[in-house]
């Protein structure tokens, strides 16, 4: 199960990013009306209004790259937690930002996965 949990969390985090970086308007796919994003303290809520939000980053053609993962079961049944950290760079710019974000993974009826719940963080200094 362990290794299950592990190979999920991988798999959605190199699509995750790889939307984000290439194809942002079809990250709207991974989240739900209940959804939850919280963007460096703001909150957002369902799927509209956080892909509203994602898709308006003045981040132009950012580029992410993955330091960790990290995945646990949740006590969700079959729920997923994962938590990445890594580095984003931007256009134009000289030095990576570094960032940390943490998304929880429901199940689908489907067989795939939604993002239930999502917090990131930019980390300073």
Not at 16 to 42: A, M, T
Not at 72 to 84: E, H, L, N, T
Not at 103 to 115: D, N
């Amino acid at each position: 199960m362990e290794e299950q949990v592990e190979l999920v969390g991988k798999a959605f985090v190199d699509h995750y990013y790889h939307l984000f970086d290439n194809d942002r308007p079809s990250l709207s796919s991974l989240y739900q009306p209940s959804s939850i994003l919280s963007f460096e303290g703001q909150r957002l809520e369902g799927n509209e209004e956080i892909c509203n939000k994602l898709n308006q980053l003045p981040l132009g053609q950012c580029q992410h790259a993955i330091s960790t993962i990290d995945t646990q079961p949740s006590s969700f049944p079959g729920g997923i937690m994962v938590f990445v950290s890594g580095s984003l760079q931007l256009p134009g710019q000289d030095y990576p930002l570094r960032f940390s974000q943490m998304f929880h993974l429901i199940p689908t009826v489907e067989g795939s996965f939604y993002i239930q719940n999502d917090i990131f963080r930019l980390n300073y200094g």
